[in-house]
């Protein structure tokens, strides 16, 4: 048996003279025996198209193809069975089980390209080289990946807007082609088709961030930064969230949890939430002559938070008629004390 060598053939991107014009008639009918064959072995231009083996893993494979066809016990089974001896390669020459699997259409249609003398023309358009010791770097393929680069190669298939190509690298692309006359076997150059499966890869990639960043902000809407507590006969609390809305009101008091259901002051700013709740409360005389102590914690408040509160205190305090509102609020350790003052309307 032949020893195999992982590195030993590899693609070239330098330039060799091709004779694709002369030899168009010859290209078309291998490339038509070609693509029924492959069909034999269940492989369609479809699958080859969807992925590209990168460059290293291309000539790796590329090396596995010719250890195959150098060993005749194991190109028979291929041919006979028409499927990959997996197990063989896996023994012989070390290939990961996987690998030989994720790149079955490719790997075989690299055998049937080397050891099919029907395809001689098509072998000869394959830009390969064996190996030498330190050979020049330049004469390897450009390994950059570019999305805009224009791909030569020979047709397998075509359509009215693209056409799928195998090129001198042994790519096999999908490429934009529009021309009217192309052929199979015909040389054809093109950008690159994108397909709904590269688009998936971007639509799931901006769906995963949006949700990313709308579960974060969802959770620090939702995240209590401040608690405000009014005491009075019983305990009333407001959790505040960064953004100065109230995220959640509460208290232990069956009946005050019913008003501040009814108030629905959830999601309210706390400047407009807590004066709903206090008017409410004052309307139905839950605070006359009471000392109400409103206590904030967690992080303060800035002075202008509860105007409106104070704005409506001073002006129910303002009124002799009504009964007065007391109110201290104790912001972070400040005391507050908020009430009528006659020299405000002087």
């Known amino acids: 048996m032949n020893p195999f060598y992982k590195d030993k053939y590899i693609f070239l991107s330098i330039p060799k003279i091709k004779v694709v014009r002369e030899n168009k008639i010859s290209y078309g009918k291998q490339m038509a025996l070609f693509i029924r064959e492959l069909r034999l072995y269940k492989v369609t231009s479809k699958s080859l198209v969807n992925k590209t083996p990168k460059y290293e893993l291309r000539n790796y494979l ?24 997996i197990s063989k390669l896996t023994k012989y020459i070390g290939a990961s089980r996987s690998i030989i699997e994720n790149w079955r259409d490719y790997l075989i249609s690299y055998v049937l390209l080397l050891s099919n003398s029907n395809y001689l023309e098509l ?75 590269y688009y998936k890869r971007i639509i799931a990639a901006v769906v995963f961030f949006m949700v990313l960043i709308g579960s ?20 009333m609390i407001l959790e505040i ?6 995220s959640e009101a509460y208290s232990q008091n069956a009946n005050n949890q019913k ?33 109400i102590l409103i206590v904030i914690s967690g992080h303060k408040l800035d002075n202008t938070d509860l105007q409106k509160l104070e704005q409506y ?6 009124d002799k ?8 609020v104790n912001n972070m350790g400040d005391e507050k004390k908020i009430e009528y003052s006659k020299e405000k309307d002087q």
């Open 313 to 318: 205190i001073e002006d129910n305090n303002k």
């Open 321 to 328: 008629k009504n009964d007065k509102i007391n109110v201290t």
């Open 62 to 85: 590329l090396n596995i193809a010719f250890f195959i066809v150098q060993n005749g016990d194991i190109l028979q089974e291929l041919v006979s069975k028409r499927e990959l001896p």
């Open 259 to 291: 008003i501040l259901d009814s108030l629905n002051i959830q999601y309210d700013s706390v400047d407009d939430g807590v004066a709903k709740l206090f008017q409410y409360l004052n309307e139905q005389k839950f605070l006359s002559n009471k000392d």
């Open 123 to 197: 072998k000869k358009y394959l830009n390969i080289q064996e190996k030498e010791d330190g050979s020049s770097s330049l004469s390897i393929v450009n390994k950059s990946k570019d999305t805009s680069k224009e791909h030569i190669g020979i047709s397998l298939k075509g359509s009215k807007n693209y056409s799928d190509i195998l090129t001198s690298t042994g790519e096999f692309k999908r490429i934009k082609n529009n021309e009217s006359d192309k052929k199979i076997g015909q040389e054809l150059s093109g950008y690159e088709k994108r397909g709904f499966k």
């Open 216 to 235: 974060t902000a969802l959770y620090i809407y939702n995240e209590n930064y401040t608690t405000l507590v009014i005491n009075s006969n019983s305990k």
């Open 241 to 246: 969230n960064r953004f100065k809305k109230i």
